[in-house]
């Protein structure tokens, strides 16, 4: 039913930063959290930044002060920026979206940064 499309990835130098989009096809008032994943091949899933509907986040540490998650509630959407990239943020990047008991996912964005 909830459709969630996430872009913005591509490849970047370290340092460098990316901003990525999730679009949300319904309004995420009704939305109870809003979540960032990365995967890396090989690797399991791993939360990376989450926001809920009172606006309070969270963030893994590993992107402490690096990464900021935020929502445009006009555009249905939710925004990764991510600053000071490093190589060991190189996964793909999935958007969680989270409405009642149900969640939702898109299928992914590729970020690569290089060394």
């Known amino acids: 039913q909830v459709q969630v499309v996430e872009s913005g990835g591509g490849l970047v130098q370290a340092g460098g930063s990316l901003r990525l989009s999730c679009v949300v096809s319904?309004?995420?008032?009704?939305?109870?959290?809003m979540d960032w994943y990365r995967q890396a091949p090989g690797k399991q899933r791993a939360m990376v930044a989450s926001?809920?509907?009172?606006?309070?986040?969270n963030y893994a540490d590993s992107v402490k002060g690096r990464f900021t998650i935020s929502r445009d509630y006009a555009k249905n959407t939710v925004y990764l920026q991510m600053d000071s990239l490093k190589p060991e943020d190189t996964a793909v990047y999935y958007c969680?979206?989270?409405?009642?008991?149900?969640?939702?996912w898109g299928k992914g964005t590729l970020v690569t940064v290089s060394s």
């Open positions: 969680n979206v989270k409405r009642g008991a149900s969640q939702y």
């Open positions: 319904e309004t995420i008032f009704s939305m109870r959290a």
């Open positions: 926001i809920n509907n009172a606006g309070s986040t």
